[in-house]
């Protein structure tokens, strides 16, 4: 069942000019620093999410030299606007937003982040690139589904959800589809379960 919504997902996903694939647990590390190089980044800005440990990321990145910043950081955003800079959009570094949806909805392969102190709404928006770590327990079939277990009665709603469906794209101008006007330029997504290795 999971690996046919995970499946599912990232069809839908790559309908949309992103991109993904399934992994367990002990190969994630490597697909993320092999995604992030791919791009051509050299920071990645993670969510202050258990997962990022358990996965050995912030290891796995700093031995591959890319520059692991833990949200929200050292590097307060109400201390001098210093997160611009962290983020690629003041310095010639390009930042990789990783985040751990609350939900992939495997129907119309979309994602739901949900805002909160340690995963903020600029995680996705405002990097160049965007990797989600998605949990196969956390697959859903429809977007129904998710949205009423994020504001199921009794749980805190969060601040702000966000939908996320591929990479950020518009066609304001002239009719022209543009790619990274209002978020990241390109979206993986790595569905995480111990039984969702592709066979070899």
């Known amino acids: 069942m999971a690996a046919a919504l995970a499946e599912q997902l990232i069809a839908a996903i790559e309908r949309r000019r992103g991109s993904g694939e399934r992994c367990d647990a002990a190969g994630a590390a490597a697909r993320v620093v092999e995604r992030i190089r791919s791009w051509g980044a050299s920071r990645a800005l993670l969510a202050d999410h258990p997962l990022m440990d358990a996965l050995g990321l912030p290891v796995a990145l700093a031995s591959a030299g890319i520059e692991p910043v833990r949200w929200p950081g050292p590097r307060d955003p109400r201390a001098g606007g210093a997160w611009r800079g962290l983020l690629g959009l003041e310095s010639p570094e ?86 990274g006007a209002h978020g990241a330029l390109a979206l993986h997504v790595l569905v995480i379960g111990e039984e969702l290795s592709p066979a070899t």
């Open 94 to 179: 390009t930042a990789c937003g990783i985040t751990v949806p609350a939900f992939g909805v495997a129907e119309r392969g979309t994602l739901v982040l949900e805002a909160g102190a340690g995963h903020g709404r600029a995680i996705d928006v405002a990097s160049a690139y965007h990797l989600a770590l998605l949990p196969a327990e956390r697959l859903v079939r429809t977007l129904e589904e998710a949205l009423v277990a994020t504001f199921a009665a009794g749980r805190r709603p969060p601040s702000a959800v966000s939908l996320v469906s591929g990479p950020s794209r518009t066609s304001d101008i002239e009719k022209i589809s543009t790619l």
